[in-house]
């Protein structure tokens, strides 16, 4: 949009007057443009500010503290544009980042009140980029020919109507509702050659996870082997933060069960015996990372680790000074102190448990999963944390998943778009000993581990079931058919976009997002179609024709 002499400033009025509005200044020749106006709803416009009380004191004290009525400011703001604007064009969602109804700002019912315009509802389909010209295009009916005048004309060059052809053919096809050769769809032949059983097996659980969320990304990252460009980081990345929070608990732990014969029991440890050993870890495997940063925001990174597990003198970041001012607790400290007030008899017994075949540190043989029909699935992994508990009847296996983001919901476990859990329940029969795993009680659950010091242990997967015989179920028939029809998926070439929603599936940080046409409104008849493809896989979480009981069921 072209802003000509448009100018927005603030001017104050003379000192000595009584009051201190600020104006809005706009030239002579007023402006002549066509402005959107986008977001306004009663969250962001107008604003009303929210102030400690002893600031809103501080504010009445002088004049020249005065911050004036920010909701007056905004109408007066609005109402300015819209007196000196040719057109403007008002845009309010219909929803917000996580899919829920939005209202619209109070200013717009009384505009709407004074003029006597009726809002228009519905989706803009207006042109907005090459793949939204191409989907345009690709609506009407005589589009070849639409393409062929282009280039008659000599609007278009020759590789230019060729590539608009192409572009306009995969429009139409990823416009419908079904499957078609555009929307990731590939004959098991060529499968077998770009991603074959000995390149895709043994599969991770996150790599299977990746798949749920969405086909064709994965199918981008892990067939055509398309990285994402780099990007120009401060700090370490989510995944080397991970990284580096599990060397540090894994060699905590492993460190203190030598000294023990039962389990690591933090409690017959002195808490600053504990707080000085983690941070000599901590210190020690941040010195041995395979990343390297420096500067202000790295020092914030450290403190939120660091803070509260040692002195000034001995803390690995510049603190006491702005803006290095540490929370007083960091994740480190926070971790300790909640381990050492949790109750219960469990010990941490296995760190970094590692399954299946191929790993660098490990000469396990394979571990594959057996469906109902007797064909397997090979997996592999390490499991962050295994913690047995003798007391009681009978002992209890507790697995822990480290997470340094948020954790999953557990639902998302049972709806078939998470597998980590079950995954590591079923290897848990490879790594312990005895037959614990046959006589123990099961339980799994993520360690939100979250810096500065988010720390949360949700309840685990068994939780969602009504018994031990349930669960192990689910496990043993329900976990291992939807393994083999995710690999039957892969194998017959299924890498279309993603059945979740745009949120569950991250499409806002997505490099594919604008070409992938993912919208909503016809997320529900996707779906549908999908799931009459009987080598796709559809988690029972999108689905509403069954729930976990039916698919638990004997029939």
Known sequence: MHLGSFSIRRVGLQPGLETDEHLLEIPVDRLSLVVVLVGLTSEHFPVTPERPAFFEEMTDAHPRFDTGDERLRGRYLFATLLANVDELTIITPETGDDESAVVRSPVLDELQRVTGIEPQDGLDDRVGSREDLQRHVAATADRRAAVSRAGDRGDLSPEQTNRTDRGIRCAANRGTAGLSD????????????????????PYSASRIERYVEC??????????????????????????????????????????????????????????????????????????????????FYERWKAELFAGLCDGESAPYEAGSKPHDAPEQGLFATFLDNKLSRDGADRPHLFEAPFGEGLPDSDGGPFTVERPDGSTVSIRGYIDRVDVSQGGEQPTLTLYDYKTGRAPYITKTTGGTKFQLPIYLLATAEVVDGDLFEEGSLSATYYQVRPPNDLKVPRGVESKFDSEVELR?????????????????IANGRFHTTLLSA?????????????????????????????????????????????????MSDD
């Open 215 to 296: 086909g064709f990304k994965f199918y981008a990252d892990e067939v055509l082997g398309i990285e994402d460009p780099d990007d120009v980081e401060v700090v370490p990345t989510p995944l080397e933060t991970g990284s580096y929070v599990h060397d540090v608990l894994e060699r905590f732990f492993a460190d203190l069960q030598d000294e023990t014969e039962d389990g690591a029991d933090l409690t017959e440890f002195d808490r600053d015996d504990l707080a000085t050993h983690l941070r000599e870890i901590a210190v020690e495997e941040l010195r041995d990372a395979d990343f390297e940063y420096d500067g202000l």
């Open 473 to 489: 179920r689910f496990l043993n028939d329900v976990v291992p058919e939807w393994l083999g029809q995710i690999d039957e998926a």
């Open 503 to 551: 949120r569950g599936a991250n499409c806002r940080y997505c490099d594919y997002s604008r070409a992938c046409d993912v919208r909503h409104h016809r997320k529900r008849e996707f779906v549908d179609k999908v799931h009459e493809d009987d080598t796709a896989y559809v988690p029972l979480r999108v689905r509403d024709d069954e729930d976990i009981e039916a698919v």
């Open 182 to 201: 555009h929307d990731g769809v590939l004959d098991p032949e060529t499968v077998a050659q770009v991603y074959p059983p000995s390149e895709r097996e």
